[in-house]
Nanobody
Framework: EVQIVESGGGLVQAGGSLRLSCVVSGVTFEDYAIGWFRQAPGKEREGISSITSYGGSTYYGDSVNGRFTISRDNAKNTVYLLMNNLKPEDTANYYC???????????????WGQGTQVTVSS
């Protein structure tokens, strides 16, 4: 059974930083690309970043490119998302999952955790 646990969210002022963590179990972690998604109330889910199985390739959506950095530690079954220069429009629930990594953005498999809430105050 695939289990995904996101953590690291919180309340931060605009311009601040947070680092999200995503721990995946129930699969051979290094076989999978992992992606981060976010969803704000009333908005569609947005795929914002992904990283291939050994970290050789990454993707960032236009809304986060240059501010967010994705990384992974296969020994810990963990993917990280370092978010710098946060903006109020980054406020959302953030999720990670197994993905097919494409040049136009991550395509999620249907495994979801509870997510972690990020709130950026102005």
């Amino acid at each position: 059974e695939v289990q995904i646990v996101e953590s690291g969210g919180g309340l931060v002022q605009a311009g601040g930083s947070l680092r999200l963590s995503c721990v995946v179990s129930g699969v051979t972690f290094e076989d999978y690309a992992i992606g981060w998604f976010r969803q704000a109330p009333g908005k569609e889910r947005e795929g914002i970043s992904s990283i291939t199985s050994y970290g050789g390739s990454t993707y960032y959506g236009d809304s986060v490119n240059g501010r967010f950095t994705i990384s992974r530690d296969n020994a810990k079954n963990t993917v990280y998302l370092l978010m710098n220069n946060l903006k109020p429009e980054d406020t959302a629930n953030y999720y990670c999952t197994l993905v097919a990594a494409t040049t136009s953005g991550p395509i999620p498999y249907d495994y979801w955790g509870q997510g972690t809430q990020v709130t950026v105050s102005s």
